[in-house]
């Protein structure tokens, strides 16, 4: 049987079909689904009251600051899992309780994180997340932090086109 | 773009364990292979469970550990069994990416397992796939980049 060629792309100005709603995306700024005044820790927090936090309210992610409220980077639930003891360390479970009550943020964190600008578009937004393939930013403005921005927020702005 | 079904989408290689692995082997898995959940499945390949990383997490945490303590016993170490969800959401192959992530955000959850009932069994399901908000993350991405390829070269 003799193989079908693929047919020629037509020569016309057939606009391209995008995605929906693409003027949204880029007319849609990071402030405007970002949640405001997020929790955050400092350098000194203990990894177990991380935790805590994080399990409590359902945040996988929290931005560290200093003294002056300024960032300085951002430890995520992933840091935490990997610093965590492992149950099948020899360590005795006295040991294990306070290994990880004495851990801190600021051994555990990841410095200098990608952040983004409240006036930042949505598509701007969703580009900085698959390139550096992280789920959520922090949203500075000066050097305060002044929001998070996740995936699923992006999302939810996703539901809202519908 | 909200129409495509799931099937398109989700990734077919997926990374199962069996209840009877530890959860140190579910910590391991995850952190090799850059994920955070994973369908658990019996010998014969049926969905019975799903782990997350929080999962995993909470039972590595000096609270549970200590809790699963009896002086005198050999530690005891979890199984996959100990800590993983029964109840598990899914989703079939068709349904559409719209769908998708409204379950993401109604049930709060951040990947779900692609399964298809068994023809003769249908209260038993297998695995066919997954399908995480990243991938509708990149199916986003590609859409642009389509558009705007397509704008280039007009």
Same mark, same amino acid.
């Given at each position: 049987?003799?193989?079908?060629?693929?047919?020629?792309?037509?020569?016309?100005?057939?606009?391209?079909?995008?995605?929906?709603?693409?003027?949204?995306?880029?007319?849609?700024?990071?402030?405007?689904?970002?949640?405001?005044?997020?929790?955050?820790?400092?350098?000194?927090?203990?990894?177990? %009251?991380?935790?805590?936090?994080?399990? $409590?309210?359902?945040?996988?992610?929290?931005?560290?600051?200093? $003294?002056?409220?300024?960032?300085?980077?951002?430890?995520?639930?992933?840091?935490?899992?990997?610093?965590?003891?492992?149950?099948?360390?020899?360590?005795?479970?006295?040991?294990?309780?306070?290994?990880?009550? &004495?851990?801190?943020? &600021?051994?555990?964190?990841?410095?200098?994180?990608?952040?983004?600008?409240? %006036?930042?578009?949505? &598509?701007?937004?969703?580009?900085?997340?698959?390139?550096?393939?992280?789920?959520?930013?922090?949203?500075?403005?000066?050097? &305060?932090?002044?929001?998070?921005?996740?995936?699923?927020?992006?999302?939810?702005?996703?539901?809202?086109?519908? | 773009?909200?129409?495509?079904?799931?099937?398109?989408?989700?990734?077919?290689?997926?990374?199962?364990?069996?209840?009877?692995?530890?959860?140190?082997?579910?910590?391991?898995?995850?952190?090799?292979? *850059?994920?955070?959940?994973? +369908?658990?499945?019996?010998?014969?390949?049926?969905?019975? !469970?799903?782990?997350? /990383?929080?999962?995993?997490?909470?039972?590595?945490?000096?609270?549970?550990?200590?809790?699963?303590?009896? +002086? *005198?016993?050999?530690?005891?170490?979890?199984?996959?069994?100990?800590?993983?969800?029964?109840?598990?959401?899914?989703? +079939?192959?068709?349904?559409?990416?719209?769908?998708?992530?409204?379950?993401?955000?109604?049930?709060?959850? *951040? !990947?779900?397992?692609?399964?298809?009932? /068994?023809?003769?069994? +249908?209260?038993?399901?297998?695995?066919? *796939?997954?399908?995480?908000?990243?991938?509708?993350?990149?199916?986003?991405?590609?859409?642009?980049?389509?558009?705007?390829?397509?704008?280039?070269? !007009?």
């Amino acid at each position: 049987m003799k193989e079908q060629t693929a047919p020629e792309q037509p020569a016309t100005e057939q606009p391209v079909p995008g995605p929906p709603d693409e003027q949204k995306f880029v007319s849609t700024f990071v402030q405007d689904w970002m949640t405001p005044h997020p929790y955050t820790c400092t350098p000194d927090t203990s990894l177990a %009251d991380v935790y805590d936090v994080m399990v $409590e309210k359902g945040f996988r992610r929290m931005p560290v600051v200093d $003294e002056e409220g300024r960032l300085v980077g951002i430890i995520t639930f992933g840091d935490l899992r990997q610093a965590a003891p492992s149950s099948v360390t020899s360590l005795s479970l006295f040991e294990i309780n306070y290994f990880w009550a &004495k851990l801190t943020v &600021k051994e555990t964190m990841t410095p200098n994180p990608v952040t983004l600008a409240p %006036d930042d578009t949505i &598509k701007t937004a969703s580009q900085h997340m698959l390139e550096h393939k992280i789920s959520g930013l922090p949203v500075v403005s000066g050097e &305060k932090v002044v929001g998070i921005l996740t995936q699923t927020d992006i999302l939810r702005f996703l539901v809202s086109l519908l | 773009m909200h129409r495509v079904p799931v099937r398109e989408i989700m990734q077919t290689s997926v990374i199962t364990l069996t209840p009877e692995a530890l959860a140190a082997d579910a910590a391991q898995v995850m952190e090799e292979f *850059g994920i955070r959940r994973i +369908p658990i499945v019996d010998q014969e390949g049926y969905l019975v !469970g799903i782990v997350t /990383d929080t999962d995993v997490l909470e039972a590595e945490t000096a609270e549970s550990v200590l809790n699963s303590y009896e +002086p *005198g016993l050999e530690e005891e170490w979890l199984s996959v069994a100990d800590i993983m969800t029964r109840e598990v959401i899914t989703i +079939p192959p068709e349904a559409t990416v719209g769908q998708v992530v409204s379950i993401f955000l109604e049930k709060k959850v *951040g !990947g779900l397992p692609v399964v298809e009932p /068994d023809p003769q069994q +249908p209260k038993r399901l297998r695995v066919v *796939g997954i399908v995480t908000e990243t991938d509708i993350f990149r199916l986003i991405a590609r859409a642009w980049r389509e558009h705007e390829q397509g704008q280039a070269s !007009g």
